[in-house]
């Protein structure tokens, strides 16, 4: 078993760049088949396959003519690539330039991996191929904001699971982003609504709308993510588990995660086997 590998943002001679491109012939010469965690988005059109890629625990069969998508914080290890072309982008959350993408991007729920449709594969393979020309001209050359609006151009082209999902409540996007920032500390719907100034019920409403599910059922699918996490690919203990996650003690932490999942954390973990 070896530990997740932690990948911190560093564009190749362009430190000031927010977009970084690479082919899947240098993403083979660089990944050890390993598991990793990123600290920016990578966003890959596939050309051809097969392959596949793993996603916080989910598997995803690579193929011609779609698009994968892996937001920072996922755990994710890429598997049997050598037979996949392509281009990945890399890029930092604030990277896209308009309001739309910037919202997608800042979305905890987007899809990993989904087809693109045969009348959309122009548009995506012209945007695509614009923002590698961009991304290859000379480090003099180079304008900081065409990879970035080029970037969005994709992303708008791209069309993800969310790009066309209705109008989310703001009341959502507050909370969303409030359960990412404290879901390690707080646990409970109640504290979210006072610190973001709504009555429980405006809050549950919101939540229900936009996702189908309660607010306490959010952030116990956030915290139960996270915990798999640990878990899998950190070999923590629930010990040390229940101190990451804010829990009084390990028993604690075992009660909410069986009940939650249906199984004890160490019986889930030899069930996990991490490469």
């Known amino acids: 078993m070896t530990a997740i590998r932690q990948m911190t943002y560093q564009p190749l001679g362009r430190r000031t760049t927010a977009v970084e491109t690479m082919t899947f012939d240098r993403l083979r010469e660089l990944n ?10 990578v966003l890959a059109v596939i ?19 779609s698009a994968v998508w892996i937001p920072p914080g996922a755990v994710h290890r890429w598997v049997d690539i050598a037979g996949v072309a392509g281009h990945l ?16 991007v800042a979305s905890p729920d987007l899809a990993a991996h989904w087809s693109i449709p045969d009348a959309d594969w122009l548009f995506v393979d012209t945007a695509r191929n614009h923002l590698l020309l ?47 920032a404290h879901f390690r500390e707080h646990h409970d719907a109640g504290y979210y609504a006072r610190a973001l100034g709504y009555a429980p019920r405006t809050l549950s409403r919101a939540v229900q709308q936009a996702t189908g599910r309660t607010a306490k059922g959010y952030i116990v699918d956030r915290i139960v993510l996270e915990a798999k996490r640990l878990l899998a690919h950190e070999r923590l203990t629930a010990a040390r588990c229940a101190d ?3 829990f009084p003690d390990a028993s604690n932490f075992s009660v909410f995660f069986r009940k939650a999942t249906g199984m004890r954390p160490g019986a889930w973990q030899a069930t996990v086997a991490v490469e």
């Open 32 to 41: 050890d088949g390993g598991t990793q965690r990123a600290d920016f988005h």
């Open 47 to 65: 050309d051809a396959g097969p392959g596949s890629v793993t996603v916080d625990f989910l598997h995803h069969p690579l193929k011609e003519r």
């Open 89 to 104: 982008a890399l890029f930092v959350p604030t990277a896209p330039v308009t309001d739309a993408t910037r919202e997608l």
């Open 134 to 180: 961009e991304a290859s001209a000379p480090p003099g050359d180079i304008s900081t904001e065409l990879p970035e609006i080029l970037l969005s151009a994709l992303i708008a082209r791209l069309r993800p699971p969310h790009a066309e999902a209705p109008f989310v409540h703001p009341v959502f996007r507050l909370f969303r982003s409030s359960v990412e």
């Open 244 to 246: 990451a996650l804010g």
